[in-house]
T-cell receptor, first 118, second 110 residues
Framework: EAGVTQFPSHSVIEKGQTVTLRCDPISGHDNLYWYRRVMGKEIKFLLHFVKESKQDESGMPNNRFLAERTGGTYSTLKVQPAELEDSGVYFC????????????????FGPGTRLTVT | GQSLEQPSEVTAVEGAIVQINCTYQTSGFYGLSWYQQHDGGAPTFLSYNGLDGLEETGRFSSFLSRSDSYGYLLLQELQMKDSASYFCAVISGGYNKLIFGAGTRLAVHP
């Protein structure tokens, strides 16, 4: 079974440009999360999808960030326009909808996209 | 506010035992998880504690005291491959939203 994949692995863009990050969760996982780690600090929650619906987007920093999950499968996170403080590693994670019922609290993380805004 | 505190760095030798502590202050609490991340890799799940007490999984154990808002990860028989960052994370809400600490970088030396 394939794990969570993210594309690209690295992205270097200039301030003011647009970048779109993609996440493919584990097949069948209804829950999809985006997190971000900035400059060695804590990994911070951005938002959570259940299938195609945004369940919680309380961690989205501002309206320059737009997340979508088409058809409840893969998800994209667009940053437009990018600012210097957006640099960091963006992680995607997924988990089964009924994970808790099965006694599992694991989130499966992708390797992250390292975004550098210059 | 919500915060988790854990040491930034720990150093130990192969074969030793190390304990990484985590104290938390969050508006909601469902349980405490631990994740391991090697440089450049994906965070991977190690353990979960929902109730007070000790959970053991091989060389790793995790403990939780809800009344003290405190937990720890215990790594025994350390190996070089255990060199990594370790994150405690509170499950805060009904859908497993994770609130992470800043991570503890563990360096294991021969």
């Amino acid at each position: 079974e394939a794990g969570v994949t993210q594309f690209p692995s690295h992205s270097v863009i200039e301030k003011g440009q647009t970048v779109t990050l993609r996440c493919d969760p584990i097949s069948g996982h209804d829950n999809l999360y985006w997190y971000r780690r900035v400059m060695g600090k804590e990994i911070k929650f951005l938002l959570h999808f259940v299938k195609e619906s945004k369940q919680d987007e309380s961690g989205m920093p501002n309206n320059r960030f737009l997340a979508e999950r088409t058809g409840g499968t893969y998800s994209t996170l667009k940053v437009q326009p990018a600012e210097l403080e957006d640099s960091g590693v963006y992680f995607c994670a997924s988990s089964p909808r009924d994970g808790r019922l099965a006694g599992s609290y694991e989130q499966y993380f992708g390797p992250g996209t390292r975004l550098t805004v210059t | 506010g919500q915060s988790l505190e854990q040491p930034s760095e720990v150093t130990a030798v192969e074969g030793a035992i190390v304990q990484i502590n985590c104290t938390y202050q969050t508006s909601g609490f469902y349980g405490l998880s631990w994740y391991q991340q090697h440089d450049g890799g994906a965070p991977t799940f190690l353990s979960y504690n929902g109730l007070d007490g000790l959970e053991e999984t091989g060389r790793f154990s995790s403990f939780l005291s809800r009344s003290d808002s405190y937990g720890y990860l215990l790594l025994q028989e350390l190996q070089m491959k255990d060199s990594a960052s370790y994150f405690c994370a509170v499950i805060s809400g009904g859908y497993n939203k994770l609130i992470f600490g800043a991570g503890t970088r563990l360096a294991v030396h021969p």
